[in-house]
C-alpha cells in the first residue's frame, strides 16, 4: 500500500464509505434472503390451505417436491422456507431480528429435517451398479456464503453409506459407476470397498464452469468405475469407449450429463438400476420452457432414491 495515500484525506474518507457501503449491502442482501425465505413459506403454507380438500389432500411433501423440480431449487430448500413461516408466523418474532443470517436460522432455531429411510429395491439383481451418493459436504454449508451452495437434498454420512447392503442388489459379476466430487474422492474410495467393488478407474467430467476457492477452480466432477466378479462379462468388447475425460456443460444444481447414461447403455451389458436417482431438469433445444424429466422415464432402467 503506498505510504502517501494513508495521509490523504480523501483517500481514507473514501475507504470509510467504502467499507460502510459493502457491510450494509451484506447485511441487507443477508436479511434479504432470510425475508424471501420466509415469504416463500407464506405462499406455500397459504397455497397448501386454500387448495387442501378432505376427499383429495394435497401432501406436504409431495407439493414440495413438485415445487423443487418446477422452480429448480432443493425438497430441503423449500421444506425450510415452510418450516421457517410454520415456526415464526409473524416476521417480526424472528429470532435475532434483521440480523439473523439464514444458514445461521436453520442449524439453530428450526427443526432438523428428518431424513427418509427408504429401503432398498427386492427381488432383483443387477449387472450395472450407476450411483450419485448424497455425500455430506459440510465445509459448502458457509454463512459468509450464504448462497444457493447450502444443501440441495438430504445427505448421508460415509458410515450410512457404507452401511448400505447393495451386494444384496448385484449379480456375481457387476460393474459400479459411483460419482464423487473432488473433495469427497477418499470417501468414495471407502464407500466403493464397502459395497463389495474392486476399484478400476476413475472417469473425469469436465463442467464447464464451477466455482473457486483457496486458490483453485474447480469445474469437475469424477466417476470411480469398480467392479466384482469378471469385469468383461458386464462390459461390451465392442461399440465407442468411454472416454476418461469428457466435456458436457453443466446445467442444473446436482444433475448430472446426459451423456453419462449413453456411455453406460451403449458399452455396458445386464440389467441396470440407478441409485439415489433425483428428479431432473432438461431445457429442450428448440424450447424456452424447462421441462421436468422423472426418473422412472428412463427405458431400461430400474430406480431408486427419495425423490423418484
Sequence with gaps: MTA??????WYNH????????????????????????????????EAWKEHYIDEN?????????????????????????????????????????????????????????????IPLPQGNKYSVI?????WDIGSMVLEKWESSLDDKYPTMSLGELQRLDIQSLTNNDCVCFMWSTLSTLPQALIVLGS???KYHITLTWDKGNGWSANGFHRKSEL???????????????EGEYIPTVFFEKKTTHSTKPEIMYKYIENRTIGKK??????????????????KRLDCQERKGWDVWGNQV
Design 223 to 237: 466417476i470411480l468405475v469398480g467392479y466384482k466378479g469378471i469385469l468383461s462379462n458386464v462390459i461390451r468388447q
Design 273 to 290: 438400476i440407478e441409485l439415489f436417482a433425483r428428479n431432473k431438469m432438461f431445457l429442450p433445444s428448440k424450447s424456452n420452457q424447462v
Design 57 to 117: 389432500p394435497v401432501n406436504v411433501t409431495q407439493l414440495l417436491q413438485d415445487l423443487a423440480v418446477s422452480i429448480s431449487k432443493s425438497y430441503r430448500t423449500l421444506w425450510y422456507a415452510l418450516a421457517t413461516f410454520d415456526t415464526y408466523p409473524s416476521i417480526d418474532k424472528l429470532p435475532e431480528g434483521k440480523n439473523i443470517s439464514w444458514n445461521k436460522l436453520i442449524t439453530k432455531y428450526l427443526p432438523a429435517l428428518k431424513k427418509e429411510n
Design 14 to 45: 473514501l475507504v470509510e464509505q467504502l467499507q460502510a457501503t459493502l457491510t450494509e449491502a451484506i447485511f441487507n442482501s443477508r436479511w434479504a434472503l432470510v425475508e424471501g425465505y420466509w415469504i416463500s413459506g407464506k405462499l406455500i403454507r
Design 4 to 9: 502517501e495515500l494513508q495521509t490523504q484525506e
Design 195 to 197: 459395497w463389495g467393488f
Design 130 to 134: 450407476y450411483a450419485d451418493p448424497p
